[in-house]
Structure formats: C-alpha cells, structure tokens
C-alpha cells in the first residue's frame, strides 16, 4: 500500500464485515472481506457494530506489542521508569528500554510502529464520515434517531481523541489524519504535524464529543467501556496538563491558561461525573473494571471471552497466581521503590556527628508502612529480592479442570476518579496552593489506611511537597501507564528514570523514534530528531 499508516475504505471493509456478525467479542475476530460499504450503514445495528470494531481496533492498538505479552500501553507509560520494575532479559531485547535505548530491532518493528494507531484513527474517521449520512428513516429501532446518531459520532470523536493523546505523549509530532480516504490509493502522503496542532485537534474533538454524549449510560452494558461525557473530560484534564507543562520542555514554568482549563476539567468530571470511590475492603473491584470509580476502560472481561493470555499481568504472575507460570517472573518490582514510596518516619535517638563532636539527639527514620492497603493488596513476595505486582491477579481457566488456558479477566483501566482527585493536587501545586496539595495527599493516605506517621507536615516547601505528589501518584497509579508521563510532567524524572538526563529531556530525547520502514513509501516522514543518526 501507497501510504502505510492510511488503511481508508480498505479497512472499512474489513472491519465492518468482522462486527456485522457480533458486538460481543471486541478483540477476538476474523476478518471477512464480503461485505461492502455501499451496503452498510443501514441500520442501528450497523452502526452499532462500527463503533464496536472501533473500540476493538483501540483495544488492539494498547495491548499490541512484541511477540512477548508486552502490551505497548504499559511499556511506554510505566517500564521505560525503570526504578519502579525491572524486566529481565528473555532473548527479545524489550529490557533495553529500561535503560532508554528504544533501537532494538524487535522493539522498532512493535513498539516504535504507529500503524495500530491509525487503523483505529481510519475506523473513526470512516464513522465520522458515513454516519452523518444515514437516512434517520432507516433507524427505526432506537427512540431518537438523532440522538443516537450523535451519541456515535461523540465516542468516535473521543476515540480519535484519546488515540492521538497516546501518540503525540510517545512520538511528540506526528501525521494528523482527519479525512476518511474511500481511495487509500490515491490518499495524500503526510508529513508529521507539530505537536501543538496535534493538541489542539485533540482539544477540539473532545468538545464536540461533549456536544454529543451524556454523563451517564442508559445502558448499563454500555458504562465504564464506552466513552461518556465523564470519559471525555477526563481525557480534557490529563491533555491540558500534558500541554501546559510539556509544550516547551525548556521552560519549568507551566502555562498558566491550560493549568487553569486542566482545574475547571477536574472540578466538572469530579462533580457531575456520578463517580464514587471503591470501598477499600473491596479493593480489587476497581482493577477487574466496570466499578463505580471507573471513568474509562477497555474491556478485556472473561464475562463475555474478552480476557487476556498477554496481559501485562502475565509478566509479573507467578504459578500460584498461574498455575503454569514460573516462580522466575520476567517482571519484578524493585526493593526500592516500596522502600521509597511506602515509608513513615518515626522518632528515634541516635548519635549525631556535628562535625565537632558526636550528639545525642532525636531524628526522624523511615521505615516501611506496610499498613497502607496499596503496599498490602498490590505486591506479594514482600519479604524477597523480587517481589511481584498482583494488582491485576483476576485469572480464569478456560480450561478449569486441568488448569489451562488462564486469561486474565482485568480491564485495562484508562481513567478512574483517584487519578482525577490526584491530579487537583498537581493543579494546586502549579498554581502555588501547596495547603490545598498537601491536604489531597494527605486524604488519600487516611483513606488507605496508612501510618499517622505518613501524613505530611503543613510547612513542608513547594518542591517537597511535589516529591510528595510523585511518591503518591507512583503509590496509587502504579502499572497504569501514568508514571513515566507523570515525571515528564513534574520534572522529577531524574529520580526515578537513570537513564533520562536534563541533557537529554531538554533534547526531548524521552519520546520514541519512528520504525523506519514506515519512511520507504512517505519521503515526507522524518525521524524523530533525537534517534537522527543513531537508528
């Protein structure tokens, strides 16, 4: 094909035919090439089943990844942070990117490859295009024609949104596709557009999605897992942070206006989103997914055989999670983040060197807080070298007799309300309210149960405070493919990412080249300027 990251009406086509048969299954289908445009888009059902092959094409894209279960998702988002896990090495190369080079031949061809991406960017925009068109006439099954119209073209405007907000936070600039191409043959070659315009298409497609979904679901089947006005908000607060600080990297000064739109964001989807905190006896709920603090989610549910062989928790499971795992995990979490993140300071008297002499004196040690329920319900193997991730332990047998066959049954969770209530704090911090932090922060440790020893004193500075917030967000959000993106934003890479220095962030060095092949047949593409001369 001319143009490798534009499928048009070929995949139309294709992805059509798949969903005509079902709107269940999501992931798991076959394509079939006998049913045409001109002969779709007749009814409720049709277009019901194109925004199902829309969220699968999604779902495709952050769950893809090498030929080990490496789902890019959580690959860009937490495994580059390399202070937080490590992989160990397989023969694949994958753990190279733990240590910042992204130039290994396996992880070029998987993760520095788009084309995911922008077969779910062509599915939406062949549901922009076409549904616009569909006589209401013809949709005699559903209460408002219009309404429902609408309501489709709201998620696959939020569906582009978020597909371009996962790219332009991995590639920084790339190709902006709004157009469905009936002829990919004929589909114009595109250079990668500035990541400002990027932005700003995303920022557009998320207020007329807001024009056209509602807050909450008439179909309960329908919540968590397609996009609501809730969704699209949340989307809105994590695009103006991201903007606000990461539009210049070479300035530490955040803008003030996309700082402000990220705070009224945050107050709307908080408030009106019908979003309730999970009961913390109960806390596993929220990561087997569709739980009342679920904002958005890609299903990957056994309830309807949407489970997962290649989850990311397949890599950090071991045999008495999956009966057939290995005790020697691919993944680990790292001694020193628990030691790091879950700490109480408590009084102690030790001698102190003065420089003069040596002191009696009272000071403060850290040691572990192991009454937090995050530190207790989301690592096992605590007391080893190599302790293990569980959040995601939700595991089913397909084969139960035998115990064969596991798949994972966890959504793969994308926005849930803690993450909207901590980000007020990074708001606050920015907007120099560092009581108004503190207080969040320390709300969040009462709620999980920690140490009194934990909450945080009210005189600490600005810059402590915001040690504070990462040490929370890298707490409450870990292996949610938040973390990396949280250090770029607060500039607290440096702490936790060995391999990015300030040298390098300021060289922009922190996002992915472009897999080479996709330059063969576009002599528009350019690689990203960081990997110019190094792939």
């Not at 009272?362 to 302790?387: A, Q, W």
């Not at 901590?422 to 503190?438: C, F, H, M, P």
């Not at 440096?494 to 060289?507: D, G, H």
Request: glycine share 6%.
């Amino acid at each position: 094909m001319k143009n490798k990251y534009l499928i048009g009406s070929l995949m139309c086509a294709m992805v059509i035919a798949v969903l005509t048969s079902s709107c269940k299954k999501l992931l798991e289908q076959t394509p079939q090439n006998s049913t045409y445009s001109e002969v779709f888009w007749q009814s409720s059902r049709d277009l019901n089943s194109a925004i199902a092959g829309n969220y699968a094409l999604l779902r495709a894209a952050a769950n893809s990844g090498t030929y080990n279960p490496s789902p890019r998702y959580y690959m860009y988002g937490d495994a580059v942070a390399k202070s937080y896990f490590t992989m160990q090495y397989v023969g694949d190369g994958l753990e190279n990117i733990q240590n910042g080079d992204y130039t290994f031949i396996y992880n070029l061809n998987s993760l520095a490859n788009w084309t995911s991406y922008y077969k779910t960017i062509a599915m939406s925009n062949i549901v922009l295009s076409k549904v616009p068109g569909v006589p209401e006439d013809k949709l005699t099954d559903v209460t408002n024609p219009a309404q429902f119209k609408r309501k489709i073209m709201g998620q696959a405007l939020f569906i582009r949104a978020l597909s371009y907000f996962m790219m332009t936070r991995v590639w920084g600039d790339v190709p902006l596709v709004t157009e469905a191409y009936e002829d990919p043959i004929s589909a114009p070659h595109l250079p990668r557009s500035p990541k400002a315009d990027v932005m700003k298409q995303i920022e557009k497609d998320c207020h007329d999605a807001i024009g056209m979904l509602d807050w909450g679901y008439t179909n309960t089947a329908e919540a968590h897992i397609t996009a609501s006005k809730g969704s699209v908000y949340a989307l809105l607060a994590h695009l103006y942070l991201w903007r606000a600080t990461m539009t210049d990297v070479r300035s530490n000064t955040p803008i003030a206006a996309d700082v402000a739109s990220a705070d009224t964001t945050l107050t709307a989807v908080i408030a009106k989103g019908g979003y309730t905190l999970t009961d913390t006896s109960k806390y596993y709920d929220t990561f087997v997914g569709r739980s009342n603090e679920g904002i958005f989610e890609l299903n990957m549910s056994e309830n309807t055989k949407e489970g997962s062989s290649w989850s990311i928790a397949n890599m950090f499971l071991r045999s008495n999670y999956i009966a057939y795992n290995s005790d020697n995990s691919r993944n680990y979490v790292n001694t020193g983040y628990l030691n790091d993140h879950f700490y109480k300071l408590t009084k102690d008297w030790q001698w102190v060197w003065t420089g003069s002499q040596w002191v009696w004196t009272e000071v403060s040690v850290k040691t572990i807080d192991s009454l937090d329920v995050r530190y207790r319900k989301n690592f096992d193997y605590r007391g080893t070298d190599r302790p293990t991730c569980i959040k995601y332990h939700n595991v089913v047998y397909r084969n139960a007799g035998q115990l064969q066959d596991a798949y994972v049954s966890n959504n793969m969770i994308i926005f849930r309300l803690s993450d909207m209530k901590l980000l007020q704090a990074e708001v606050a911090l920015y907007q120099g309210n560092t009581g108004k932090a503190i207080d969040i922060i320390n709300s969040f440790r009462k709620r999980y149960g920690a140490s009194p020893d934990a909450q945080l004193a009210t005189d600490l500075t600005k810059d402590q405070v915001m040690d504070e917030y990462i040490l929370e967000r890298g707490k409450e959000m870990y292996l949610e493919g938040h973390i990396f993106y949280d250090l770029l934003r607060t500039r607290k890479y440096e702490t936790f990412v060995p391999w990015l220095s300030s040298t390098r962030f300021a060289q922009e060095g922190f996002y992915w080249p472009v897999y080479p092949s996709l330059f063969s047949d576009n002599n528009l593409l350019k690689q990203t300027s960081y990997w110019l001369g190094k792939i």
